[in-house]
Each structure stands twice: as structure tokens, then as C-alpha cells.
């Protein structure tokens, strides 16, 4: 784990309150977050909108 | 009430009386929406010490519901369908007047000023709100020791876990502490604790039920939906939550449906994709489990259904999905509580919500256009069949104290696709592991088809018996 990385992050996003009081549960964030964006599958096909769809009208 | 209702109950087993039964007992006299409600309390004074179902009971709010429904109920003035039955409501919904507390200490004092819409047609309908149940902190964090009110713990064995994170739903169903009960679903809330006590839980099509007025985990991801012990029961509820609700952005105008009705068709002639790579190759299921599953598989086929294989995107994959989305909405919401007083959240909870913060915007959109992809697959298989057949929990529930087990085995589970997807999925009793726990199944359809995941639900049940099997209370 890049300690350092994980902290400047954790720092830009506020949490300089939890990194204190709760290293351990950052850390745990921290791997978490890395573990879920390497199994998925980013779209390569360009076109590929994300759901849902921008919709406009009087849909709200 | 008669020492048998006609259903095979004497007056000690009130506590097992499905809703349906009940309003059949009130209509004909022998029994009362008091009586009901008195034989329940008296079972939760005796059972929930042990097994903490209830955050908040409203016993005085709730008798008094009853006695008027008693009342209108002799004078013949029927308020609908649930008219004097008792519900639970999981405490990240809102009952008016009563704390919403998502079980955090971050929210103890958050008085609901008004109820959630399910509530609103709940007891529109009739119902009597006994009371908030237990969750997972903030339907994400547990269970936890750690959190102002301990876990819910299983009726089959309170030495283990009831699954979550609608855990005092699921539990006090199976526990019979009330025969319907209200769970909300972000990656398979609603159906782990269904799978784990051995009750019917539905996650019903995104944006067929209203969310208003429940607290968000993850706004593209939540969903509201009926626990029970029997089919019929949850096609009953359903058909009172079900609706468009204009004020909810993710609602959806959809044809009405009585989605108790054509439960009794049976399954012949009907297509039903087996998504065995679910439990055979993603993950490796319990033998336990893959052998229920397989007899639910032939127990159908029998019965006239047309089976098949099929194949969907890795279950992988579909949690990463619905985690990196889950993760990235969740902080929008937790970011400034946990910036500001992060030692007011449980350990799991801290841990899970803090994730967010370590994606990036390109993660989400990523997340969210493979997610369109996700659901064109899972579209493509529902044109060739009518309704899929998968594993929901690929083991029996965990030791509620052995954090490492329960860890290792949360995430085995085939629920997130669909919350990734939105379709509906309901899961159920299986059979019974030796070890005396429940084994599960889970079948999902098309959108807004409920009637065909009920009516393969309910062929399952009438043939397995499955509404008529409780824990050794």
C-alpha cells in the first residue's frame, strides 16, 4: 500500500480528523476502493454512455 | 379466536399466522387485531432479549391502532388490505414522530416529522406499525458491536449472524414477531437476511417502490421492498408499496399490477435460466447450498418448467460495480459527518463509507457506463427466458461473533447484479443445512415482472413447503 498516496488523498478529502483518531479503518478505505477499481471492467468502446441517462423534460 | 383457524393454528401459534391469515381470521371473527397484536407483544417480551430485533417498539402507538381497527373492523368499515395487521418498519425509514437513528450513534436524536410514503401506504392501508427494527449502521455497517444498540441476531441460532443489513426484519419474520415487515436493498439488504433466517425477501424493479422518506445509501442503487414468510404475503405487501411517486426521482410510472394474483398458476411452460457459473466458477457455493440449489432446479422442472443455462458477467465484476457507484454516492452524502466526527460511526461503517473518498470521478462514470453494459447482458437473457434461477448466499450464515468468518464470507453472495441491473429478485428458503441454518435460492425477472419471479417463488414454496418450516424457538 502507498502510505503516502493513501494519506495526501485522505487529507485533499478532509478526513485529517480520521486519519488521525482511525488509521487503520483509512487504510482499510483505502484498499477497498483499489481492490474495486481494478476487477471492474472500464468500457473501451468510446460511445459508451453511462446509466442512467441524462434525460431532459419535465422528468423531475 | 377458535383453538384452529381452519390453517392449522391453535391460539399458542398466533405468533405464526401469515398476513393473509389473519385478515381471514378478522373478516370471520375468530380473531381480533388486539388479540394479534397482545400474542405478539407477549412473544417479543419473552424472545427479543436474546435476539435484538427491535431498536424502538411503539406498543402503546401500536394497541391503540389496534383497538380502532378492532372497532371498524366489527362495524364491517374495512380500510384495505392490511386492515389490523402488524408490520415492522427497518430504522432507516421514516415513521412519523419517531426516531430515524439508520442504528448510529450519528443520527440518535433525528425525529421523523412525517412518514416515509411506504408507511403512509401502509397504514393507509390498515397496517399497525409496531416499531423501528435493527440494521447495519447506516444499511452498511455491520454487524457491529460497537453502535449505540446491539446486532440482531438469527432464530435459527443466535450464535449467528441474521444477515444485513436488514437484519431485524429478516429476523423478527423468522423469529414470528410480526408477519410483514419493510427492508431496503443497496447490494442485497433485503435478500442476505431473507437467505439467512429463511424468510421471503423482495427487492422489486428500481423505481417501482418510492424511497421517499428513507434514508439514502446509494441514490441509483436503493431499493424498498416487502419482507415475509410466505409468497402470498409479499405479493400482498408489494401491492400496497407499488406505485409512482412523482416526488421520487428514480420512481417509475408502471402498469398496476395484483401481484397476488396468478401466484397459484404454476411454472409449466415456463423458461428458466439456471446462472450456475454464479455458484460453480465465480465462486465456489457450499456443497450445502449447490445441492439445494440443484433441487430447486429439478423440483421446477418437474413441476413443468423449461430449463437452462445461462450466462451473465462475473459475479466479480458485478461488485465492483456496485461498489465503486455504492461507495462514491455514500460519501457524497457521509463526507461532511465523516470529516467532522468520525468517531461516532462503528468501526465496518467508518471503514465502508470512508471508501469514497478514494475514487475518483472517472471511477463512478467508468462504474456507471459499465454498469449500461451490465444491463444490456442481463436484458439479452431475459428475452430468451422468463425468469433466472442463481444462488443468493453461497454459505449458511456466519458465527455473528467471528468478524474474521463473517468477513470472509459477506461478500460471497450473487445479490449486486441486481441492484447494478434494477430487476427484480427475490430470495427465499432453500432448504436447511445440517448444521440447522438456512440454505437459500434467488430468482430475478424482467422489469417490472414481478408476477413471474412470485408465481415461480410461490411453485417453489408450494412444493418444498418452505412457509411452513420455523427455527426451534
Redesign the interface.
Known sequence: MDTTLMEKIARLAGLDKALAEFPDDVAAAFAQAGLHRGIMHAPEDPAAEPWPPMTAGDTL | MAADDGGGYAVTDLHWLTASEAVRAFAAKRLSPVELLRALHARIDALDPALNVFIRRDDEAAMAAAKVAEAEIAAGRIRGPLHGVPVGIKDIIDVAGLPTTCHSRVLLDNHAQADAVCVAKLRQAGAIVMGKLSTHEFAIGGPSFDLPFPPARNPWNRDHHPGGSSSGSGAGLAAGFFPLALGSDTGGSIRNPASACGIVGFKPTYGLVSRRGVFALAF?LDHVGPMTRSVADNALLLDTLAGHDPAD?GSRPAPKRYYAAGLERGVRGLRIGFVRHFHEADLIADPEVAAALETVAKTLAAEGAILTDVTLPTL??F???N??IL?SEAWSIH?PW???Q??NYG?LG??????????QAG?Y?????????M?ATVEAALREVDVLLCASSMDPASRIEDAETTARTYPRQARTPFNVTGHPAIAMLAGVATNGLPLSVQFAGRYFDETSVLRVARAWERAAGTDRQHPPL
Request: proline letters at 5%; hydrophobic letters at 40%.
Open positions: 441509483t426521482p466479480s465484476e461488485a465492483a460495480v461498489r465503486i461507495n463526507a465523516l470529516r467532522g468520525p468517531g468501526k467508518r471503514q465502508r463509507l470512508m471508501a469514497g473518498a478514494f475514487l471511477d462514470v467508468n462504474a456507471q457506463r459499465r454498469r449500461a453494459q444491463i
